[in-house]
């Protein structure tokens, strides 16, 4: 250990131990700062390549028309297309909440309108006055 620490004084460098759990440590010569300096950059670029999936919402009620249902599905196509998984919700306003089955239904054809594009990750379901249905893109 001595004799590695004073080679690498004599070369101007750092001794920096590798492996600290291995029967004897590992150590090695070389320049510490430019290592941080290569790991830090190293970090940067994971980062970089690293994406992000956002959760868009797209909310509806019973009575909504069919034109304004088909803008709907395609601004959910558009969301998977970006690799964002989709939240649909179907909002209750009133008596609205004895009417379900309209609110199940409606999130049937919403699915069975994008077709084999998605994948259904959670599938409605009833959470207080809203019915909702999450929908992630396929690899």
């Given at each position: 250990?001595?004799?590695?620490?004073?080679?690498a004084r004599?070369?101007?460098?750092?001794?920096?131990?590798?492996a600290?759990?291995?029967s004897?440590?590992?150590c090695?010569?070389?320049?510490?700062?430019?290592?941080?300096y290569?790991?830090?950059?190293?970090?940067?670029?994971?980062?970089?390549?690293?994406?992000?999936i956002?959760?868009?919402?797209?909310r509806l009620r019973?009575?909504?028309?069919?034109h304004?249902?088909?803008?709907?599905?395609?601004?959910?196509?558009?969301?998977?297309e970006?690799?964002d998984?989709?939240?649909?919700?179907?909002?209750?306003?009133?008596?609205?909440?004895?009417?379900?089955?309209?609110?199940?239904?409606?999130l049937?054809?919403?699915?069975?309108?994008?077709?084999?594009?998605?994948?259904?990750?959670?599938?409605?379901?009833?959470?207080?006055?809203?019915?909702?249905?999450?929908?992630?893109?396929?690899?």
């Amino acid at each position: 250990m001595a004799d590695a620490l004073a080679e690498a004084r004599k070369e101007g460098l750092d001794l920096v131990e590798v492996a600290s759990t291995s029967s004897p440590p590992v150590c090695r010569i070389m320049d510490y700062g430019k290592f941080r300096y290569q790991q830090s950059k190293k970090l940067q670029v994971a980062r970089k390549s690293q994406s992000t999936i956002q959760v868009k919402e797209i909310r509806l009620r019973p009575k909504t028309e069919e034109h304004d249902l088909q803008v709907k599905i395609k601004h959910i196509r558009k969301f998977l297309e970006q690799h964002d998984k989709v939240k649909v919700s179907v909002l209750f306003r009133g008596r609205e909440i004895a009417f379900t089955d309209i609110g199940r239904k409606l999130l049937e054809d919403i699915k069975n309108d994008l077709g084999e594009s998605c994948i259904v990750d959670q599938q409605p379901k009833l959470e207080g006055r809203s019915m909702v249905m999450v929908l992630s893109p396929k690899k």
